[in-house]
Antibody, heavy 121, light 108 residues
């Protein structure tokens, strides 16, 4: 059974750096075609893709946020980490990680339950 | 990059058919994925590769594409189908995933 779980601070202050961890099980990120994405959703708004890391450790970022994002993986712990610098109240959102597969044309087939982050000014 | 356009809302009575569209300049050349998100829950993949269903997704959910518009069709609508629906593609030109703005489906 594939599961993902997001963890991180529920509250950060403006200008701080956010670090989120996605801990997964049931698949190996070093298997060809496997990836993990981060997606966020501000309250009442649409989903927004943030970043993806693949089995070869290649990294891809949202064009609008790439200067603030860093995605990495720790295969020994089955974790993917996302950092976002210079946080602002507009970054208040639920942040999700999701398994993403190249075989399915980058569909996100299993999602974590999400972690809510509030940015205070 | 480009924008995926969805109607903000659709509605259908129980037992009827609902259709949600997703339009964009290059939808015609992309695989389109659809997600269902019920209130307070994480999204769930319901259609991938434009028209395929993951295991466990009812046959009432189907996907199609014509030109630059992809369509999610929900047949025999049920009360439990009330949710937000999102389309998504991978843009290989800019190497990023893109989501539509979402459609809120109401069951009348």
């Amino acid at each position: 059974q594939v599961t993902l779980r997001e963890s991180g601070p529920a509250l950060v202050k403006s200008t701080e750096t956010l670090t989120l961890t996605c801990t997964f099980s049931g698949f190996a990120l070093d298997t060809s075609g496997m990836c993990v994405s981060w997606v966020r959703q501000p309250p009442g708004k649409a989903l927004e893709w943030l970043a993806l890391i693949d089995w070869e450790d290649d990294k891809y970022y949202s064009t609008t946020l790439k200067t603030r994002l860093t995605i990495s993986k720790d295969s020994s712990k089955d974790q993917v980490i996302l950092t976002m610098t210079n946080m602002d109240p507009v970054d208040t959102a639920t942040y999700y990680c999701a398994r993403t597969t190249v075989a399915h044309f980058y569909a996100m087939d299993v999602w974590g339950q999400g972690t809510t982050v509030t940015v205070s000014s | 990059s480009y924008v995926l356009t969805q109607p903000p809302s659709v509605s259908a009575a129980p037992g009827k058919t609902a259709r949600i569209t997703c339009g964009g300049d290059k939808v015609g050349t992309k695989s389109v994925h659809w997600y269902q998100q019920k209130a307070g829950q994480a999204p769930v993949l319901i259609i991938f590769y434009t028209s395929d269903r993951p295991s466990g997704i009812p046959e009432r959910f189907s996907g199609s594409k014509s030109g630059n518009t992809a369509t999610l069709t929900i047949s025999r609508v049920e009360a439990g189908d009330e949710a937000d629906y999102y389309c998504q593609v991978w843009d290989g030109t800019s190497d990023q995933a893109l989501f539509g703005g979402g459609t809120q489906m109401t069951v009348l």
